[in-house]
C-alpha cells in the first residue's frame, strides 16, 4: 500500500470460502459436514476481523450458479444456512453487528428467507462491523438488475454514471471491497462483486475454508498491506 496512507488495513474485505466440501472428503465425512464447518468458521473469522477493526465484511454464501449441484447437497446446505443464521443474528444483535443481504430471496426456501429478513430487521441499527451476506447471488446478474431497474426508472442514458449505476446495485450504501480472500487454492472470483472489485486487491491461498484461521488472516493483511494501491496513477516513487 502507498506510504501516504494513513491506514494500512482494508476498510471492506470480501471472502469466497471454498473448499468446505473437499475438506469434508478428506476426513472421509458428508461433504454436507464440511459446509456446517465451514459456516462455523465463518463466525469465528467474522468476530476475529471485528476485533481486528474491520468495518464492512462481504462472505459469499451460496451462488447463483450453486442450484447445480445435486439437490440433496442444496437442501442441506439451506438448511445448514438458516440454522446458523438464527445464531448468527443474536450474535450480531449482542455485537452491534448489522446484516445486509446481497442476492435474491426468490427461489429460497420459506424458513430461510424468514430468517434473512428477521436478520436483516433485527440489526439495522449496528454500526460495529457490516456483515454482508451474499446469499443467491450473482455479479452479472446484480448488474443485469440494476440496468432494469435503471430503465423502470426512465432514466436518460445521458444521466448514467458509476456513481449512479453503483446505487443501483446490491451494495450501493457500502463502499468498494479493499481486499478480497479467496480460500481452497482457486484463483477466480466466480461472479463475485465483479463491479465493485474493480481495484480490490486479491488474495488466493491453497488453504481450505474451514482451516482459515487467525495465522491465515494475519497473513492475507499482512500480504495487503504490503501492496501499493495506485487505482492507476504512479507510485509516489515515479
Same mark, same amino acid.
Request: proline share 3%; charged share 30%.
Given at each position: 500500500m502507498s506510504s501516504d496512507s494513513e491506514d494500512a488495513s482494508p476498510r471492506h474485505v470480501g471472502l469466497i470460502m471454498d473448499g468446505n466440501g473437499r475438506w469434508a472428503e478428506r476426513r472421509g465425512l458428508p461433504r454436507l459436514s464440511g459446509h456446517r464447518e465451514g459456516l462455523a468458521n465463518a463466525h469465528r473469522v467474522v468476530e476475529i476481523l471485528l476485533n481486528y477493526g474491520i468495518k464492512y465484511v462481504t462472505?459469499?454464501?451460496?451462488?447463483?450458479?450453486?442450484?447445480? @449441484?445435486?439437490?440433496?447437497?442444496?437442501?442441506?446446505?439451506?438448511?445448514?444456512?438458516?440454522?446458523?443464521?438464527?445464531?448468527?443474528?443474536?450474535?450480531?444483535?449482542?455485537?452491534?453487528?448489522?446484516? @445486509?443481504?446481497?442476492?435474491?430471496?426468490?427461489?429460497?426456501?420459506?424458513?430461510? @428467507?424468514?430468517?434473512?429478513?428477521?436478520?436483516?430487521?433485527?440489526?439495522?441499527?449496528?454500526?460495529?462491523?457490516?456483515?454482508?451476506?451474499?446469499?443467491?447471488?450473482?455479479?452479472?446478474?446484480?448488474?443485469?438488475?440494476?440496468?432494469?431497474?435503471?430503465?423502470?426508472?426512465?432514466?436518460?442514458?445521458?444521466?448514467?454514471?458509476?456513481?449512479?449505476?453503483?446505487?443501483y446495485l446490491y451494495t450501493s450504501e457500502v463502499p468498494a471491497p479493499d481486499l478480497i480472500i479467496r480460500t481452497g487454492g482457486e484463483m477466480r472470483?466466480?461472479?463475485?462483486?465483479?463491479?465493485?472489485?474493480?481495484?480490490?486487491?486479491?488474495?488466493?491461498?491453497?488453504?481450505?475454508?474451514?482451516?482459515?484461521?487467525?495465522?491465515?488472516?494475519?497473513k492475507a493483511l499482512a500480504a495487503y498491506k504490503k501492496r501499493q494501491r495506485r487505482f492507476g496513477a504512479l507510485s509516489p516513487s515515479g
Open positions: 462472505l459469499y454464501l451460496f451462488s447463483t450458479e450453486n442450484w447445480r @449441484r445435486p439437490r440433496e447437497e442444496v437442501e442441506g446446505i439451506f438448511q445448514i444456512l438458516e440454522e446458523w443464521l438464527a445464531k448468527e443474528t443474536e450474535f450480531a444483535r449482542e455485537k452491534g453487528i448489522r446484516i @445486509r443481504h446481497l442476492g435474491k430471496l426468490d427461489g429460497l426456501p420459506s424458513g430461510l @428467507r424468514g430468517g434473512v429478513g428477521q436478520a436483516v430487521d433485527l440489526t439495522r441499527n449496528g454500526e460495529a462491523l457490516v456483515f454482508g451476506l451474499a446469499l443467491n447471488y450473482g455479479a452479472r446478474g446484480e448488474m443485469v438488475e440494476a440496468v432494469r431497474r435503471l430503465v423502470r426508472d426512465g432514466i436518460k442514458a445521458s444521466d448514467v454514471d458509476e456513481g449512479l449505476f453503483g446505487r472470483l466466480s461472479n463475485f462483486l465483479l463491479w465493485q472489485a474493480a481495484y480490490a486487491e486479491l488474495y488466493f491461498t491453497p488453504v481450505l475454508w474451514p482451516d482459515f484461521d487467525r495465522s491465515e488472516i494475519d
